[in-house]
């Protein structure tokens, strides 16, 4: 089974929707991320989480907001959903030292 | 404030030849380096790290690469290429404690048959 799960894979929607995208992850670290991907722009990061109780803001977080609901999972939500913030989207988890982050298999979110 | 310049989008190699994937970083402190794989339709997979250690990396799948701080580079090769290694590359950059990393714009690699 995969450390880190996200749901859905694929998700068509409509501007102005409200939209969540879960990760849950089962290699017990405290730190997860929420990066988006663009063609030619790499990946940027939206949040992140130190714990539960531990939430910051990434480069691009407007637009977005999340919750940390428990360890093992982290949601990323678009409250009003826009054309630009068609992307793909990554769920990331890393251990305390830092020396790696873990990838969920990615959401592919498409607003028409 | 660290970032990540990766020196071609797309890089075209026959099967066999030497992979080169370019990658220089800025960053006011001792950074951590990072080179990530992406294959189609799947997550970012670590390809090798630099902590601090070893100045020359070795990696999954035959990669290295070598940190080199006059140069503030870290570049990624392979002496033979492979099909299989037909994907996209990215490298990154953090800090102590990898709370945020910065990616560079990614590097897709097509190999010639």
């Known amino acids: 089974d995969a450390d880190v799960t996200q749901t859905p894979r694929n998700r068509i929607t409509k501007t102005g929707k409200r939209i969540m995208l879960e990760c849950s992850q089962t290699?017990?670290?405290?730190?997860m991320y929420w990066y988006r991907q663009d063609p030619g722009l790499g990946l940027r990061l939206i949040y992140y989480s130190f714990d539960v109780k531990d939430i910051n803001k990434g480069e691009i977080s407007d637009g977005y907001s999340v919750s940390r609901q428990a360890q093992a999972k982290f949601s990323l939500s678009l409250e009003s959903a826009i054309p630009n913030q068609t992307a793909l989207y990554f769920c990331?988890?890393?251990?305390?030292?830092?020396?790696?982050?873990?990838f969920g298999p990615g959401t592919r979110l498409t607003v028409t | 404030a660290q970032s990540v310049t990766q020196l071609g989008s797309h890089v075209s190699v026959s099967e066999g030849a030497l992979v080169l994937l370019r990658c220089n970083y800025s960053?006011?402190?001792?950074?951590?380096l990072f080179w990530y794989v992406q294959y189609p339709n799947q997550g970012l997979q670590l390809l090798l790290k630099?902590?601090?250690?070893?100045?020359l990396v070795k990696g999954i799948n035959g990669f290295e690469a070598e940190f080199k701080k006059s140069e503030t580079s870290f570049h990624l090769t392979k002496p033979s290429a492979h099909m299989s290694d037909a994907a996209e590359y990215f490298c990154?950059?953090?800090?102590?404690?990898?709370?945020?990393?910065?990616f560079g714009t990614g590097t897709r690699l097509t190999i010639i048959p």
């Open positions: 630099y902590t601090s250690a070893a100045t």
């Open positions: 290699k017990g670290h405290d730190r």
């Open positions: 960053s006011s402190v001792p950074p951590y």
């Open positions: 990331a988890t890393s251990d305390p030292q830092g020396t790696e982050q873990y």
């Open positions: 990154a950059v953090g800090l102590f404690g990898n709370e945020k990393l910065t």
